[in-house]
């Protein structure tokens, strides 16, 4: 028997590994592939900020950019290298925000240096950009380092049964608490207000004469060169999931779409592509991640009954699963929300620290009841 279990080894469910692991609790942890198996493994695992107007997702997307460099840095160092990130707006409309961004931003701007500005393509010189000081971190290395310490079983959960206040998982494994970070793959609790989608993500390793000296995003993200290898991603493809559609992904036509924004930003010369990494991302529909406990639908709706219209409805008023938890729905900043976002879960579950109510799956079941008018 377990302290906790957690479903899904990839970044989401390593974080929160390491913070009960740090904790001092047993864990074990699941997944039907291997750690970092699947849309983590693929990405580039940048390290930075969001570059948009005021609003909750930006707020929170700095504060977990800043205590997420710190982390990587100290408990990871050898997953971590810091780099300069220079971003590059993509149209006028993305001028104007980033003009704005500078006047406000709490990080300090780094100047571009005149070697950079002139590998850039003409038409990315003419856009406006903004430079700070950010990181990438090892997407496999660190989650593989972030699980030291749990049991891990590469199995699929096909059945989680909670009896006698604990889960039995698979009719073999029993845990006290239970976290599903499953992403957009399938989940065991079938629950109908969960609306996570997937993003499909692809990345190339390619080996070029050109030298980045820092991590570029506009079109697509282009790190930084390592013995002269540049990697380039993208979370680009909102239509294809691997489970739904009958064909397969096409690695050649999404290889080619990378290296066409890619030119668009840095002309990249004597190329020979290394290595293709893809994998599926998880978003959810109104961009704010989902941290906390799950809600019984039925049990709720029978408790709450018309007051599930009402908008001001208490979240405290729904029956919730019993020690049952997910974090989720973090789109393309994976890296940068899960060990802020597991360090909050670790606190709520240990220590009873509420969850703000912003990122709770309470408010998807909220809006999931209106919508029905249950």
Not at 141 to 164: I, P, T, W
Not at 166 to 179: C, D, L, M, P, R
Not at 300 to 316: E, P
Request: hydrophobic share 35%; with cysteine; proline share 3%.
């Amino acid at each position: 028997m377990y302290d906790i279990a957690i479903i899904g080894a990839g970044i989401n469910g390593c974080s929160v590994a390491y913070e009960f692991i740090q904790a001092g609790k047993s864990v074990i942890l699941f997944d039907k592939d291997d750690i970092a198996g699947g849309g983590s493994g693929a990405a580039g695992a940048f390290i930075s900020p969001k570059f948009s107007k005021t609003g909750e997702l930006k707020e929170m997307l700095n504060a977990a950019f800043s205590y997420s460099y710190d982390y990587y840095k100290t408990n990871f160092p050898d997953s971590f290298s810091a780099s300069q990130l220079l971003h590059i707006a993509k149209d006028e409309k993305d001028d104007l925000m980033l003009r704005q961004y500078k006047e406000d931003t709490q990080f300090q701007l780094q100047k571009v240096s005149d070697t950079l500005f002139d590998a850039l393509t003409p038409e990315a010189q003419k856009r406006e950009n903004i430079s700070i000081n950010a990181a990438v971190v090892d997407a496999k290395n660190v989650c593989h380092s972030m699980s030291q310490g749990a049991r891990f079983v590469r199995e699929k959960v096909e059945s989680l049964v909670y009896d006698d206040d604990f889960w039995i998982i698979n009719e073999t494994y029993s845990a006290k608490e239970v976290v599903l970070a499953t992403g957009a793959y399938e989940n065991v609790i079938k629950e109908p207000y969960i609306d996570v989608r997937g993003i499909w993500g692809h990345r190339i390793d390619v080996k070029t004469s050109t030298n980045n000296p820092c991590s570029l995003h506009q079109f697509v993200s282009i790190a930084k060169s390592r013995d002269g290898v540049v990697a380039i991603g993208a979370t680009h493809n909102i239509h294809y999931h691997p489970d739904k559609n009958s064909e397969t992904y096409d690695i050649k036509k999404g290889r080619a779409e990378l290296l066409e924004k890619a030119s668009q930003t840095m002309k990249l010369e004597n190329i020979e592509i290394l290595k293709d990494y893809v994998g599926l991302r998880s978003g959810s529909v109104d961009y704010m991640p989902l941290l906390g406990s799950l809600i019984l639908s039925n049990a709720t709706i029978a408790s709450c009954g018309k007051r599930l219209q009402d908008k001001r409805i208490k979240y405290d008023e729904f029956s919730y699963y019993p020690n049952l938890y997910i974090i989720n729905g973090s789109g393309g900043y994976g890296f940068v929300l899960a060990p802020y976002l597991a360090n909050i879960l670790k606190e709520h579950i240990l220590s009873g620290k509420k969850i703000s109510a912003k990122i709770a799956p309470a408010r998807y079941f909220a809006r999931w009841a209106r919508r029905q008018r249950v």
